[in-house]
């Protein structure tokens, strides 16, 4: 059983995956940490990020079942620089085996990021896609890094939120949409256990439709 979720940055996608999984005893893997940790090797060598075919290298060469999850691998930087090298498809390819191979995990698994219902994972038997407004999302992460202790400016955020959707959903490659099977949720107006719930509800129906089948 997979259960893919699509959606944009901070809309909240990341924690669904978490609850759903423990909810169902599935595995769960956030995509988005796999194109981190290949900005953050780029980074750490000095390699400026517009080098498609060293980004592509260390795609291949990324320890993807290992990854060093920390603070700065999660960060809003991290974040920005994963934007920019998804968008080169030798890196997609490269990380495309070890999703799919996650995928077929049992009992089932839980994948997040921007394309796993229309790419890695086609055939998943549920597909979310979780939206909410820029604005929702931006005060959400504000909230977050302020409760975190950190300094953070709204208005940075919510420029940076719109750069990264912008950027998500217009590259050639696996651009960010909903798969035309997927069921949206849109979370604005909801907060995060209520977002579990609708989530929840949205699978289990789902599930309920497929032992009809
Ligand atoms: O979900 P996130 O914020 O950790 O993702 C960081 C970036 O990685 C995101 O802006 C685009 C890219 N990404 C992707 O292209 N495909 C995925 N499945 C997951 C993330």
Redesign the pocket.
């Known amino acids: 059983m997979i259960i893919a979720i699509?959606g944009p940055?901070?809309s909240g996608?990341?924690t669904l995956g978490r609850r759903l999984a423990e909810h169902y005893g599935f595995a769960h893997l956030?995509?988005?940490?796999?194109?981190?940790a290949v900005a953050r090797v780029l980074m750490d060598r000095g390699i400026p990020l517009t080098e498609r075919d060293a980004a592509a290298e260390v795609a291949r060469n990324l320890d993807v079942g290992h990854l060093e999850d920390d603070a700065r691998l999660?960060g809003a930087a991290m974040?920005?620089s994963?934007?920019v090298v998804?968008?080169y498809q030798p890196v997609?390819d490269a990380l495309l085996a070890f999703q799919r191979q996650f995928g077929a995990k049992e009992p089932g698994a839980v994948l997040?990021?921007?394309?796993?219902g229309t790419v890695?994972c086609p055939d998943a038997d549920v597909k979310l896609f979780i939206t909410a407004t820029p604005e929702e999302r931006a005060r959400r992460r504000h909230r977050e890094l302020l409760g975190r202790g950190e300094q953070a400016e709204y208005e940075t955020i919510l420029v940076d939120i719109r750069r990264?959707d912008e950027?998500?959903m217009n590259r050639s490659t696996?651009p960010?949409k909903a798969a035309a099977d997927a069921m949206t949720l849109d979370t604005t107006h909801l907060d995060a256990d209520g977002a579990f719930q609708a989530a929840l509800d949205l699978v289990e129906s789902r599930r309920a439709s497929m032992t009809r089948a």
């Open positions: 699509d940055a901070a996608k990341g956030d995509t988005g940490l796999l194109y981190r999660r974040g920005e994963a934007s998804s968008a997609r997040d990021g921007r394309d796993i890695v990264r950027r998500d696996a960010l």
